[in-house]
């Protein structure tokens, strides 16, 4: 037997089991840290040479992603800027606290922020795809825009990063309804950069100046590169840096564990449930996932639990979405998926009737939701892998 531990909230959760392989996170040496990035921006003037003398909007994450005390990462530089406001990119998440802010913003919890609104917003074009580009207003009195994130694996984007900060980051809400009704296309999947969602993102150059992005890629909680400069360019840099590193090939198992990575990762089961995506690739058809994510917050979008709530069937659900595209049901569409091919186990603080409606059996253990794979497999188990940050990307060999 082997005693693992994989991130659960803002802690662990140990457990015991045998033919375990373990996946633990990368920890590559040969990417820029974010000084060299700095240093170094893709096709691009350093961002001192940009923002000097300007007013500047930074577009930050929100505390969905996990990136902590952002400003202090380019603090020499924006001295140099006449005026600088943060603008929280939303999307169509919850509002943040004022605590989650203070723990973004850091030492410069006391300057002057904003918080994006999807209802105001201004009209500024059209993509090829039929989106109507609709961006918060207030960022149209900067002199210059730049963004922080991160690049990761993201399940119908292809990649995170770059755009994204922009759509759906501080779009309206048919902007961001209308550029993810495209993931029901079939090259809309994990890795591909030319997804459709991804290209309608890109698309927003067009019509919207990123000046300056700085993109970070992390290992669990640790940044081990980042790409800055050209808001295109430099994030296909990074998405190449990550390809090189975080997407892995594996025989396929029986089981498979997988944790989210813990907060805020699984901070709810919207965020929580990407982690499945990366990682079916190298599951049995017909085999098992065991998803590791506390959801302290629950679904985390009404709409997902409204369509949770009406007890459907994985097929009852695909049907009744069959040919259209509803923001929140989307998700329990993925998870009814899926189910179809896996069965899916969760450890979780979701309450059991709510796991149950969103197609997971409940399980108060790793340990127990083992046992119940085994049951489902008749009783043999050849090989149980464990992942223990769900950012990778898996494919199955």
């Keep these: 037997m ?16 045998d033919k375990v392989e373990v996946i633990d996170n990368p920890h590559p040496r040969d990417g820029y840290d974010v000084e060299m990035a700095l240093k170094n921006p893709v096709s691009s ?7 000097k003398g300007k007013s500047v909007g930074v577009i930050l994450p929100d505390i969905t992603r996990g990136l902590f005390a952002l400003p202090s990462l380019i603090e020499k530089e924006l001295e140099c800027a006449d005026d600088v406001v943060f603008i929280f990119a939303l999307g169509l998440h919850r509002r943040m606290t004022s605590k989650e802010i203070k723990k973004i913003l850091g030492d410069w919890s006391d300057h002057e922020y904003l918080q994006h609104d999807v209802d105001d917003c201004e009209y500024i074009g059209k993509t090829t795809r039929g989106t109507p580009l609709r961006v918060f207003s207030p960022l149209m009195q900067f002199e210059r825009v730049m963004a922080i994130g991160r690049i990761d694996y993201h399940y119908y984007a292809g990649y995170t990063g770059g755009y994204k900060s922009v759509l759906p980051g501080v779009s309206s809400k048919e902007t961001i309804l209308s550029n993810h009704s495209l993931m029901l296309e079939d090259e809309a999947v994990p890795g591909n950069i030319n997804s459709p969602v991804r290209k309608d993102i890109d698309e927003c150059s067009k019509f ?19 790409v800055a400069g050209d808001a295109i360019l430099a994030h296909r840099k990074g998405c190449e840096y990550l390809d090189r590193h975080f997407l892995l090939k594996h025989q396929k198992a029986d089981v498979v564990i997988v944790s989210a990575g813990g907060y805020p990762k699984d901070i709810n089961l919207f965020q929580a449930h990407k982690a499945v995506e990366n990682i079916q690739s190298v599951v049995k058809e017909g085999g098992s996932i065991i998803l590791v994510a506390e959801c302290s917050e629950g679904l985390g979008n009404e709409t997902f639990e409204e369509w949770a709530k009406m007890g459907l069937s994985p097929d009852d659900v695909l049907e009744r979405l069959k040919g259209s595209f509803i923001m929140g049901a989307h998700k329990l569409a993925r998870l009814a998926l899926l189910r179809k091919k896996f069965n899916l186990f969760i450890v979780s603080s979701l309450p059991d009737e709510l796991a149950r409606a969103c197609f997971f059996t409940p399980s108060n253990s790793v340990e127990e939701a083992v046992e119940m794979a085994r049951a489902e497999s008749c009783g043999v188990l050849n090989r149980i892998l464990v992942v223990k940050h769900g950012n990778f990307l898996l494919k199955g060999r």
Excluded at 45 to 51: A, K, Q, S
Excluded at 208 to 226: H, K, T
């Design 45 to 51: 003037p350093p961002l001192e040479h940009i923002i």
């Design 208 to 226: 919207f100046r990123l000046d300056f992005i700085l993109n970070l890629i992390m290992s669990g909680n640790e940044v081990v590169s980042g």
């Design 2 to 17: 082997s005693i693992c531990k994989v991130a659960y909230g803002s802690g662990e959760v140990e457990f015991e089991v």
